[in-house]
């Protein structure tokens, strides 16, 4: 909303203050400030003349005149101009040389086209008033020469911007801003609305209402012999083009002012151009309406019209229709203003994707009281400006409603911002907003005192009030919000900081402690943390070639997602960071390594679609709160890994080593490790990775993530690097076996006894087999095992491997023998022999 300040003036007695500090203090109110912008300031030496004479100059391609022209001073001026919509006699805008124009254009005096040129003749472009550049502006014929335009048309001006917020529909005009300014600098506020319109004498043109819900006021009102070609004054034009509208002709610029003057939409219609009664309905199947826009509409069902006997004639609320417009000949003209609903404007402006002025008012709410006075001040001003006759009578048809009645107790707005405010304070806040409020113990009768909310803060034993909000708030529906008026013209810098006690506790959880410990542990490998967005698309299950039965396709879907192509809440983690590894090779970064801990929702096959929707009047019953859980998904937290190019970087010490299927399932003993679990690795079969390079992660009996290198298919569907690889793992799971806080191992202080072992076993058998059965047969002594070297050759034969492990033996009471440590170590190749069919090499 753009508001003049000349404009605000008329109705607030301002002190001398700027543009500026009214913004600050609408701010200071709640009031959102966009911009503060200035018009006219710069300009200077701009001076009504009279053209005296003109002479057409010929020879030029196209038309230009020399004029004299009389701007007050001792002799008329010279002046070029190629406009030709004025003769000798008109009275003109000059710019005299030195003068300034609009964005800061000087006006010299200059030889051109032949003759000498003593100034500037303007349109009300240049002049900053308007668009139009067709020809010169033409001022009234007794307006004085020599007089400063500036001054006269009102050049100079400051306009404060305010964005408005859905609950402040009342602050989409100069008399809702007003109002607020008067508030804000505690002075007199005069209510344009204001009027003393004639006693009703019977109806206008005939109308009615068929459907409440859409429409609950409806007030026409009609003047005749209105001149169609009457321009409109320039003070109008000039407020409405500072306001951000376009003056189009006399009768669309007087609704439009006055709609920015009191926040009443209103449309004008040709009067003789409507055949029989006017009614307010919902649209029937198969209608459609040419709006003004020349487009012709479906009509939904939904939609609320303004329709006569020939049927729809305007979108009630939105746009009229095109038969009805005033036209260059409309002489006669009805003026509607009416009150409907704001849910139905608003769903019928989103339905058909046509957003109005008027649309942008009645959602937000409009003062139900205004269709008469608005109404009375179009015709008034179409009549004082037009030529026309206000033909008497008015009709007003309307449904009657109850007013709204607001108890709260008179302690409630200052419980709510945490500091005192006086019953008096109070009630003179809650009078400054318009509201009407009663005082006693009588105040709660037949008001709202019995309803749950009102109840519940009565039972503090504060004087109760009953409140009645004005008509042009109907966003004050309960005693919240009687509360924020009072503290927000109180002032919100008032307002106590008062940091909340912070509650005795024992630090973090195990569980947030594994989750830091593992990002600190992935870091420090070589990792790069990344926090990619939760959602995901169709497109991303089957670009990780997941088969129709698996359970990641059952998703979550976003009701208002952000993005269309990512409708869905992810079920794993690998769609986010393998877009966001292509994106770092795109941009050149060839050695990869990410990682992410984070929430994947994975709601159950038999989960209700959508969640119910619960009032705030009272608690959920255990059933409503059981249905509500049931709707949810279950969120385990997880980590993932990607890498891809070399896992360890080439340099001066050597060449590199690519990122491998093993680097990932070692990525999950890291993680692992962190949680004091000792993970089994076996050869699985799981999308989306390699058939052949993907292991199971086994925690103990429970399957915890896979880990490998990524399907060639996948690779492709995203445009991976070749072999890229990939793990993920369930931290939850993990977090579930932590029985406590982390324990530091003993460490014992004997020394450590090392035996090598190379064994043969069949090229299929899963290294992590041979590795298990050699952990189990060395027994309580082994410290550690490491697999040092896979060998496959014609020294072991074809189909067969060499697996050599180096294994730690350490006891915690004494050194070992030799006899202890090879005893242990022929016990571990004898059960990996029986188990897996191992020998030991060269035996």
């Not at 003004?292 to 229709?321: C, K, Q, Y």
Request: with cysteine.
């Amino acid at each position: 909303m753009k508001v003049p300040l000349s404009w605000l003036r008329e109705y607030v007695d301002l002190p001398a203050v700027t543009a500026h500090e009214v913004a600050d203090k609408l701010t200071a109110a709640g009031l959102k400030l966009e911009a503060i912008t200035s018009h006219g300031h710069d300009v200077k030496n701009v001076v009504v003349g009279e053209v005296l004479s003109i002479e057409e100059l010929e020879g030029f391609k196209k038309p230009i005149r020399h004029c004299q022209v009389e701007v007050g001073e001792a002799a008329p001026r010279q002046i070029v101009c190629g406009a030709t919509n004025f003769t000798a006699g008109d009275r003109v805008p000059v710019v005299l040389p030195g003068g300034v124009l609009p964005g800061g254009f000087e006006v010299g005096a200059r030889k051109t086209y032949g003759r000498m040129s003593e100034g500037m003749i303007c349109s009300e472009r240049e002049l900053g008033l308007g668009d139009d550049h067709g020809g010169i502006m033409l001022l009234p014929a007794d307006t004085p020469i020599g007089a400063d335009v500036v001054e006269l048309l009102g050049l100079r001006e400051d306009v404060i911007e305010l964005e408005i917020t859905p609950d402040i529909g009342y602050a989409l005009s100069v008399r809702g801003v007003a109002r607020e300014v008067a508030t804000a600098f505690g002075v007199a506020f005069r209510d344009p609305a204001d009027l003393s319109p004639p006693a009703e004498t019977g109806p206008s043109h005939p109308a009615s209402i068929a459907d409440p819900t859409a429409c609950d006021r409806f007030v026409l009102r009609a003047i005749r012999g209105f001149d169609p070609h009457a321009p409109s004054p320039f003070w109008m034009r000039a407020r409405l083009t500072r306001a951000g509208m376009r003056p189009v002709s006399l009768a669309v610029d007087v609704t439009n002012y006055v709609m920015l003057e009191l926040g009443q939409p209103l449309h004008a219609f040709d009067a003789t151009k409507l055949s029989g009664e006017i009614v307010v309905r919902r649209a029937e199947p198969g209608e459609t309406l040419e709006t003004l826009d020349h487009v012709v509409r479906a009509l939904h069902p939904e939609d609320v019209l303004i329709t006569d006997s020939s049927g729809a004639i305007s979108m009630a609320g939105t746009m009229g229709g095109l038969h009805t417009e005033i036209s260059d000949d409309s002489t006669d003209i009805v003026i509607e203003a009416a009150h409907f609903a704001p849910s139905g404007v608003a769903r019928m402006s989103r339905r058909h994707n046509l957003v109005s002025e008027a649309s942008k008012r009645f959602e937000r709410g409009v003062d139900r009281e205004l269709p008469l006075y608005a109404s009375w001040r179009a015709v008034r001003l179409l009549a004082e400006l037009g030529g026309g006759t206000i033909q008497p009578g008015v009709t007003c048809a309307e449904v009657e409603t109850e007013p709204v009645r607001i108890s709260i107790p008179s302690g409630h707005p200052g419980r709510v911002a945490g500091m005192r405010y006086d019953r008096g304070t109070v009630i003179r806040r809650l009078e400054q907003v318009g509201c009407t409020v009663t005082e006693g113990a009588d105040a709660a009768e037949g008001a709202e005192a019995a309803d749950g909310l009102a109840a519940r803060l009565a039972v503090t034993g504060d004087d109760m009030l009953t409140v009645v909000p004005p008509s042009w708030r109907p966003d004050l529906t309960d005693p919240n919000d009687l509360a924020e008026e009072v503290i927000r013209l109180e002032g919100y810098e008032n307002l106590p900081s008062v940091l909340p006690a912070a509650p005795a506790g024992a630090g973090l959880t195990e569980g947030q402690r594994l989750r830091r410990r593992v990002g600190r542990a992935l870091a420090s490998a070589g990792y790069v943390e990344v926090l990619a967005y939760p959602f995901m698309g169709e497109r991303d299950l089957d670009n990780l070639q997941l088969p129709a039965g698996d359970a990641r396709r059952r998703a979550v879907r976003l009701a208002n997602p952000l993005s269309e192509d990512e409708p869905l809440m992810r079920t794993t983690l690998l769609p986010g960071l393998l877009k966001t590894l292509v994106r770092n090779v795109g941009r050149g970064a060839g050695d990869v390594a990410l990682f992410e801990t984070g929430l994947v929702y994975r709601p159950a096959a038999d989960a209700p679609t959508t969640a119910p929707v619960l009032g705030v009047e009272r608690r959920p019953t255990d059933d409503e709160l059981a249905s509500i859980e049931a709707a949810l998904p279950a969120q385990p937290r997880r980590v993932a890994v990607v890498l891809a190019g070399e896992f360890e970087r080439s340099g001066w010490w050597g060449k590199g080593t690519p990122a491998t299927w093993a680097d990932a399932v070692e990525a999950a003993r890291t993680v692992a490790r962190e949680a004091g679990v000792s993970l089994e690795v076996r050869a699985d079969r799981h999308e989306p990775w390699h058939p052949g390079r993907c292991a199971a992660l086994y925690a103990g009996e429970t399957l915890v993530g896979h880990a490998g290198e990524l399907h060639p298919r996948v690779v492709e569907a995203y445009g991976l690097p070749p072999r890229t690889c990939a793990m993920e793992l369930e931290l939850t799971g993990l977090e579930a076996s932590l029985s406590g806080p982390v324990e530091t191992p003993a460490i014992s202080a004997y020394p450590v006894a090392t035996q090598d072992v190379a064994l043969i076993v069949d090229a299929a058998v899963p290294v992590a087999e041979v590795e298990a059965a050699l952990r189990e047969g060395a027994g309580a002594l082994l410290e550690a095992i490491r697999l040092f070297d896979v060998y496959a050759g014609a020294q072991v034969g074809e189909g067969n491997k060499s697996l050599a492990y180096s294994l730690r033996f350490r006891a915690p009471d004494r050194t070992l023998t030799v006899e202890e440590t090879t005893a242990a170590r022929d016990a571990a190749v004898a059960l990996a022999g029986e188990r897996t069919g191992a020998r030991l090499r060269g035996a």
